[in-house]
């Protein structure tokens, strides 16, 4: 079920995979590279993308939303909430610490070259705001590596079907 108006440009489809990229994350004494591929393999997975750490709707709505309700998923069979945003590992990991997420055990993942963006279909750029090469926002909810839900928001600025309420629904 992919729940939003507009798909066209999307190349995820519920049924199908994830795109093969890699992305970093923060670890003690450094980056480390993590397949997507590999990460959701076998698992139950909780993953959402947005256009970037620290800007606003991503900061007082998506992000909460799943930092808010990260034991409600995990107590539905979630082994992994990951997130995703065309930001450097730095950045990921500083705002991890500052939104909680990372108390709430959520992976701070970091597609600093936009591959994930590119490859799923949801890069964009938003020059007056500064944002290019960004990713739409959007969440997934994967069982050992199929998507099976995807709710894809049209309209930045807003976080209406992509939080984590929608897929505590969906599971």
């Known amino acids: 079920m992919i729940t939003t108006k507009e798909t066209q440009n999307m190349k995820l489809k519920t049924g199908g995979p994830l795109p093969d990229v890699t992305l970093l994350h923060s670890v003690e004494g450094g980056?480390?590279?993590?397949?997507?591929?590999?990460?959701?393999?076998?698992?139950?997975?909780?993953?959402?993308?947005?256009?970037?750490?620290?800007?606003?709707t991503c900061s007082t709505a998506h992000m909460p939303s799943f930092v808010r309700n990260a034991d409600?998923?995990?107590?539905?069979?979630?082994?992994?909430?990951?997130?995703?945003?065309?930001?450097?590992?730095?950045?990921?990991?500083?705002?991890?610490?500052?939104?909680?997420?990372?108390?709430?055990?959520?992976?701070?993942l970091s597609d600093a070259d936009s591959s994930y963006a590119k490859a799923s279909g949801t890069v964009f750029d938003a020059p007056a705001g500064g944002l290019f090469g960004r990713c739409k926002r959007h969440s997934i909810l994967l069982r050992d590596g199929v998507i099976q839900s995807i709710n894809?928001?049209?309209?930045?600025g807003v976080c209406d079907i992509s939080g984590a309420e929608t897929i505590l629904d969906q599971i």
């Open 152 to 156: 894809a928001e049209v309209e930045r």
């Open 31 to 56: 980056v480390q590279a993590t397949s997507l591929r590999d990460l959701v393999a076998g698992k139950t997975v909780v993953l959402f993308a947005l256009p970037g750490a620290y800007t606003s």
């Open 72 to 108: 409600k998923l995990r107590a539905e069979g979630v082994d992994i909430i990951a997130c995703i945003s065309v930001n450097d590992p730095a950045v990921m990991q500083a705002w991890g610490t500052d939104t909680g997420a990372h108390d709430a055990g959520i992976l701070m």
